[in-house]
């Protein structure tokens, strides 16, 4: 069964400080990659996807992930956080075109601290 | 802009007792999932469906049952509430199987 780990529960940062969470997914075969953002109270949301091509994707409000094929990875990246980057951050991975589930990490509780 | 609509947003219920949880979605998307999200654990899935009048098992479907009898309504019930059902469920809804996953706002069931 596939499966998606997330390195690390907790992680508090300075503001301006850079930022990068562990990604590592199970399955061997064809993959789409997702990271979405929870912030406090409020539903989970796209922050970027991946499926093929260029592995640095790009998402919103300045993050960034890169896919690393040979070390089943997918780690989030943002050169500097801010406050209001304070949310749980879930990676999730579908096996290629057809499959109808995602799984997804135990998420990432990011705090930044003014 | 709706998207993806949960009702209720809160409920507390009795060990036993049994309730049905809605979602509604207005983007016209074949594809819906309910999630629970717990402490610790992330997102499970418990039940999908790829479109009307079909639905499967996910990873924890014990204790549930599902329904889409509509497009746009995926309906989870909860037979005989049990207090390990204590959870926030989420119902999300995607165009097709690869395209990413809309979330609702979410459903805190307490079952005491």
């Known amino acids: 069964a596939q499966s998606v780990s997330q390195h690390n529960h907790h992680v508090i940062l300075s503001e301006a400080a850079s930022l990068e969470l562990g990604c590592n997914y199970s399955?061997?075969?064809?993959?789409?990659l997702f990271w979405y953002v929870q912030y406090p109270g409020q539903h989970l949301q796209l922050l970027l996807k991946?499926?093929?091509?260029?592995?640095l994707v790009k998402g919103i409000k300045g993050f960034e992930a890169e896919f690393i094929k040979s070390k089943f990875s997918f780690n989030l990246r943002k050169p500097s956080v801010q406050w209001s980057d304070t949310a749980e951050y879930f990676c999730?991975?579908?096996?290629?075109?057809?499959?109808?589930?995602?799984?997804f990490g135990k998420g990432t509780k990011l705090s930044v601290i003014p | 802009n709706a998207g993806v609509t949960q009702t209720p947003k809160f409920r507390v219920l009795k060990t036993g007792q049994s309730m049905t949880l809605l979602c509604a979605q207005d983007?016209?998307?074949?594809?819906m999932y309910w999630y629970r999200q717990d402490p610790g654990m992330g997102l499970r899935l418990i039940h999908y469906?790829?479109?009307?009048?079909?639905?499967a098992k996910g990873e924890v479907p014990d204790g549930y049952n599902v329904s889409r009898l509509k497009k746009q309504n995926f309906l989870l019930g909860l037979e005989s509430a049990a207090p390990s059902q204590t959870s926030v469920y989420f119902c999300?809804?995607?165009?097709?199987?690869?395209?990413?996953?809309?979330f609702g706002d979410g459903t805190r069931l307490s079952i005491l």
């Open positions: 999300a809804s995607s165009r097709s199987s690869n395209q990413p996953q809309h």
């Open positions: 399955y061997g075969g064809t993959v789409n």
């Open positions: 991946y499926f093929s091509g260029d592995p």
């Open positions: 999730a991975a579908g096996s290629g075109a057809g499959s109808y589930q995602l799984t």
């Open positions: 983007m016209n998307h074949e594809y």
């Open positions: 469906s790829v479109g009307e009048g079909t639905t």
